[in-house]
């Protein structure tokens, strides 16, 4: 057995230690109501918690493991900052982005390749169409397929291969647990969570996953939002600066920062994490995947304590949770559940 069959073997040990969530320890965080009936019940977790640590509040059990997946794209790209790669402020943005795949988007995407003498065949990352259903839409019209230019993660892989530059490695390996990058940014999520690395997968994109508790994960961003070491405050202006690059106009992660002055992003199977400047964030798992209360169960949070005006919370969910329908008229919708 290799050192990195045992230390994977280890690492599967300690999360079967910690645990990953599981229904026992999730509690309802939302429900569809139709004609005054719950239709449909939302099961997760969510934890409140401050750059130092503390937890404000806790909804289910915030210590079990989940995947954090996309929603520790902040967190690979302070690592990818570290190694001294230069970025323009919307390249920044789009390495840390799960993009919707619009042609400005793939424009940034090209670009960051092109200025460092590479085409789409460098990326690693799986040929899928584009994450927005207008943008697939419109491709297919066009006559194209998927690519990996259009995956939603083509900014964080162009976003590798820069860092890997950077630290004069192998860019054919970039993905390789055992790259330079990608030990940096193992060690980088260890020490913005806190917490060790207990269990490693990989990625929908093929980049190392690595599990985090909803606490440590929150706490980690809380950090990034307060701009807590230069690179953390050079993230948070880009972001700032460019918030369509994130996501995409229209879009949850990016009509939150635009309108809230919050960071927040989406792990596919149901995670959002979105960090307050002030140095709190919130982190979010639906247990079932279902990316329809994220956002609002989040944003609710931050109402709870303090941190966001409710009314300004109700006008962003307004353009983005669809209504419940009985024919032409409203009959219901989502309503968040927290006690």
């Known amino acids: 057995m290799s050192s990195a069959d045992r230390a994977l073997g280890s690492a599967e040990a300690d999360a079967r230690d910690v645990g990953a969530l599981s229904a026992g320890g999730a509690v309802e965080l939302a429900v569809i109501e139709r004609s005054g009936m719950i239709e449909s019940r939302h099961l997760g977790a969510a934890a409140v918690v401050d750059a130092e640590g503390r937890i404000l509040r806790a909804v289910g059990d915030v210590h079990a493991l989940v995947y954090p997946r996309s929603t520790l794209k902040p967190l690979q790209s302070l690592a990818v900052l570290g190694t001294g790669a230069r970025f323009a402020d919307d390249e920044l943005v789009l390495a840390t982005a799960s ?28 040929a899928q169409w584009p994450l927005g259903a207008r943008e697939r839409a419109e491709r297919r019209a066009a006559g194209l397929g998927p690519s990996r230019v259009t995956m939603n993660c083509s900014g964080k892989h162009a976003g590798f291969l820069r860092g890997s530059d ?3 490695a192998d860019p054919s390996s970039y993905l390789s647990p055992e790259h330079p990058l990608q030990q940096r940014i193992a060690a980088t999520i260890e020490e913005w969570t806190g917490e060790p690395v207990r269990h490693s997968s990989i990625d929908g994109c093929g980049a190392p996953l690595h599990a985090t508790s909803l606490a440590g994960l929150a706490r980690g961003i809380a950090r990034v939002a307060r701009g807590e070491t230069p690179d953390a405050a050079r993230l948070m202006s880009a972001i700032a600066s460019e918030p369509w690059a ?21 792990g596919a199977e149901g995670l959002v994490v979105i960090g307050h400047p002030s140095g709190v964030a919130v982190a979010v798992k639906i247990l ?21 005006d409710a009314a300004a919370a109700d006008e962003v969910l307004s353009g983005l949770v669809e209504p419940v329908l009985g024919g032409d008229e409203v009959g219901g919708g989502l309503h968040v559940t927290l006690r």
Do not use: F, W, Y
């Open 99 to 126: 993009h919707c795949g619009s042609p400005a988007h793939l424009a940034v995407v090209e670009r960051m390749l092109a200025d460092d003498g590479r085409d789409a065949s460098a990326l690693q990352c799986p």
């Open 166 to 168: 950077a630290l004069g």
């Open 246 to 266: 994130i996501d995409g106009p229209g879009r949850a992660n990016t009509v939150a920062i635009e309108r809230l002055g919050v960071i927040a992003t989406i």
């Open 288 to 308: 079932d995947g279902s990316m329809r209360a994220t956002t609002p169960v989040a944003l609710a949070l931050l109402v709870g304590e303090g941190l966001i």
